[in-house]
Structures are given as structure tokens and as C-alpha cells.
């Protein structure tokens, strides 16, 4: 069976960690990012299925990014923007951008799980 590869991008690497724990828990392929030019530059290499993504990162946004994914990219991959912001205005600006879902950190294993699993398994 193909697992499936999601990349989590985030600057904080507790948080890439706990992330990659979940996921890899759950059976699936995971590759890691510490910014966004690290991602960009490992994208080509390795699609992923799916991109977990962090929007507030030194240098380049979360939001270009995003807008990369979503436009410039011949295949849109799916998007989960993880905030530890928990402001409306940034979670609409995250789905404005192209964002298929908005999880604010803290979140549970089992609800971050099943909002993967509903992305990946072509769910609305």
C-alpha cells in the first residue's frame, strides 16, 4: 500500500515534532520543512499529498506559500494552515488565500487527524 506524504512546514521544531509523531502514529510518509525556502526548494523533489503549513515564519510568508501551492503549482496540493492564532481575521485570510482547512494550535490528536484523513480522502 502507498502511503500517503504529507510535509509540515513550521518554523518551530517542537511543533514539527509533535506533528511528525501524529502523523507517522497514523501511517503516513512525512517530510519536514523548517521555513518556507526549505520547502520550495525540496517541493520538486517529492510532492506531497498534502502540506500542513505554519503562516507566521522569518523570511518568506505562510500565505506565499500558500498562494504558491494553490496558483503557480500545476497541481494544487491540499492545504492545512496551523496557527497558534486563533484570530477570525486570520482564518479567513487563510481560506481567502487558498487554504483547505484552518486548525488553531492547540488542537487534539484525533481531531487533526480526522481533518487530515477527510482532506486527503477528497472530503469537502
Given at each position: ?99 483547505d482547512s484552518y486548525v488553531a494550535k492547540p488542537t487534539t490528536r484525533d481531531a487533526f487527524l480526522t481533518e487530515i484523513h477527510r482532506l486527503l480522502s477528497g472530503?469537502?
Amino acid at each position: 500500500m502507498d502511503r500517503k506524504h504529507i510535509t509540515v512546514v513550521d518554523d518551530d521544531s517542537t511543533m514539527r515534532r509533535l506533528v511528525r509523531e501524529w502523523l507517522e502514529g497514523a501511517g503516513y510518509r512525512v517530510s519536514e520543512a523548517a521555513n518556507a525556502l526549505d520547502f520550495t526548494m525540496q517541493e520538486g523533489a517529492d510532492r506531497p499529498d498534502l502540506v500542513i503549513l505554519d503562516l507566521k515564519m522569518p523570511g518568506i510568508s505562510g500565505y506565499r506559500v500558500l498562494r504558491h501551492l494553490k496558483t503557480d503549482a500545476e497541481q494544487p496540493v491540499p492545504v492545512i494552515v496551523l496557527s497558534g492564532s486563533s484570530n477570525p481575521n486570520d482564518r479567513m485570510a487563510s481560506l481567502s488565500a487558498g487554504a483547505d482547512s484552518y486548525v488553531a494550535k492547540p488542537t487534539t490528536r484525533d481531531a487533526f487527524l480526522t481533518e487530515i484523513h477527510r482532506l486527503l480522502s477528497g472530503g469537502a
